[in-house]
């Protein structure tokens, strides 16, 4: 099963998971109820109309905790972003 995470925007994170009972539990991390669907952007079906992956979003100061119950490893806990502007290296005279 594939699980993957990333932000969107600076207050919150998107998980991608292919397990149910994992998604409750981000979702329980969040604070939603576990039987809602107030968590969840998205729900992928298969062409047989079976649930297959959930997509749920959590604000990123549980991002900790959800990296932990994803089984994915947290490298540091600041994510840096480069924006380019064109102006790189260049002096303003």
């Given at each position: 099963m594939k699980n993957y995470a990333w932000r969107l925007g600076r207050?919150?994170?998107?998980?991608?998971?292919e397990d149910?009972?994992?998604?409750?539990?981000?979702?329980?991390?969040?604070?939603?109820?576990?039987h809602s669907t107030g968590?969840?952007?998205?729900?992928?079906?298969s062409?047989?109309?079976k649930e297959f992956a959930w997509q749920v979003r959590f604000r990123i100061e549980h991002w900790g905790?959800?990296?932990q119950a994803l089984g994915i490893e947290v490298m540091s806990q600041h994510c840096?972003?480069?924006k380019g502007n064109g102006s790189q290296g260049k002096k303003k005279s």
């Open positions: 207050k919150d994170g998107v998980a991608y998971i149910r009972k994992l998604a409750m539990e981000i979702l329980k991390i969040e604070g939603s109820r576990p968590g969840i952007m998205a729900t992928y079906y062409p047989r109309g905790l959800v990296m840096h972003s480069m």
